[in-house]
C-alpha cells in the first residue's frame, strides 16, 4: 500500500510530458535539416510553423495540466517542501 502511494505518477502527466518530449525532438530534426531533405525553403518554413505549433500546444497541456490536476499539484508541492 505504502510503495503504491510512493511511486504514484499521474499517467496524464507522464502523457503529456512524453508528447511535449515527442514534439521538440521533431522540432530539433527539423532544424537539423534531418526531416527536410528534399524540401524546398517554403516547404520547410511551413513544416517548421506546423511543428512549432504542436509543440506550443503540447507544452501549454502540459502546463495546463499541472495546474489543474491535483495529483500533479499534490506532487509538486510535496517536492516543494523536500526540496526547503
Ligand atoms: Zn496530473
Known amino acids: 500500500m505504502d510503495a503504491t502511494v510512493k511511486t504514484a505518477v499521474c499517467i496524464g502527466h507522464e502523457r503529456l510530458l512524453k508528447e511535449s518530449h ?3 525532438v521533431e522540432l ?4 537539423a535539416g534531418v526531416l527536410t531533405i528534399g ?3 517554403k516547404e520547410r518554413e511551413n513544416e517548421f510553423r506546423k511543428r512549432q505549433a504542436k ?3 503540447a507544452y501549454n497541456n ?4 499541472a495546474r489543474n490536476c491535483e495529483l500533479c499539484s499534490f506532487n ?7 526540496a526547503a
Not at 530539433?28 to 532544424?31: H, K, T
Not at 502540459?62 to 495540466?65: A, F, V
Open 22 to 24: 515527442q514534439t521538440l
Open 28 to 31: 530539433n530534426e527539423l532544424l
Open 39 to 41: 524540401m524546398s525553403g
Open 55 to 57: 509543440y506550443a500546444k
Open 62 to 65: 502540459l502546463l495546463n495540466h
Open 76 to 82: 509538486s508541492r510535496f517536492n516543494m517542501r523536500s
